[in-house]
């Protein structure tokens, strides 16, 4: 009888250790499917949310602050020809910075921002997407706002050609899965101005360069 029951208990250990072996090599290989869907899902939904709280921050600042004809000056000779566009500089880091400050309050006073996927949703399939447990991602920006302007022209027609300013802003956030982490840069970019310029343009004019104009906030 001890014979037999040790052996019992010999087979049931190696069974149960077999079952937890198996066990343990399915989680594995779902967390390496799983995981890789929920952070990139997770990924692009942090990115929208945090878009949208620099695109607001960038429109409230810029629409009280920036005037084209006050950040930019036509030069002409003589005889009314363009002969240069000249950024004002100074006037636009000013408000790049107040850009960048104001976006990384928004962003710290805006908290961790959480995101519950139920598992069913990797599938893209309307019918299961709600199924399934819900996995929390978290995740919490960095704190560094980099800040850059940048410009094109294109032509109207003769003799005219549109001048457009955009503004650049990049951000990272920390993306926190339960079982990792991942670092994102998001950025986006927002028209500022636009206005026609009428009179020939110089090829000297239109490699107008705004590279020293913005701000970058460690």
Not at 74 to 90: F, H, Q, V, Y
Not at 144 to 156: A, G, H, N, P, V
């Amino acid at each position: 009888m001890i014979k037999i029951n040790t052996k019992t208990k010999i087979k049931t250990l190696i069974v149960l250790i077999g079952i937890l072996i198996v066990f343990n090599i399915f989680l594995y290989e779902l967390n390496k499917v799983i995981t890789p869907a929920l952070l990139n899902i997770a990924d692009e939904e942090i990115k929208k949310r945090t878009v949208d709280i620099l695109n607001k921050t960038i429109l409230e600042e810029y629409s009280n602050k920036f005037d084209y004809d006050k950040v930019i000056r036509i030069e002409k000779d003589s005889e009314g020809n363009i002969i240069m566009l000249r950024a004002d500089t100074l006037k636009m880091n000013q408000i790049a910075c107040d850009v960048a400050i104001r976006s990384q309050e928004k962003l710290k006073n805006s908290g961790n921002i959480y995101i519950k996927i139920p598992i069913g949703y990797i599938f893209k399939n309307n019918i299961i997407s709600n199924f399934g447990p819900k996995v929390t991602i978290k995740a919490n920006p960095i704190g560094s706002i980099d800040t850059e302007y940048s410009s094109k022209f294109q032509s109207q027609g003769i003799n005219q050609t549109k001048h457009s300013i955009y503004i650049n802003v990049k951000t990272s956030v920390r993306v926190i899965f339960p079982m990792n982490t991942n670092r994102i840069e998001v950025k986006t970019q927002i028209p500022l101005a636009e206005t026609v310029i009428v009179g020939k343009v110089p090829d000297t004019a239109l490699q107008f360069d705004l590279k020293n104009a913005g701000f970058d906030l460690p």
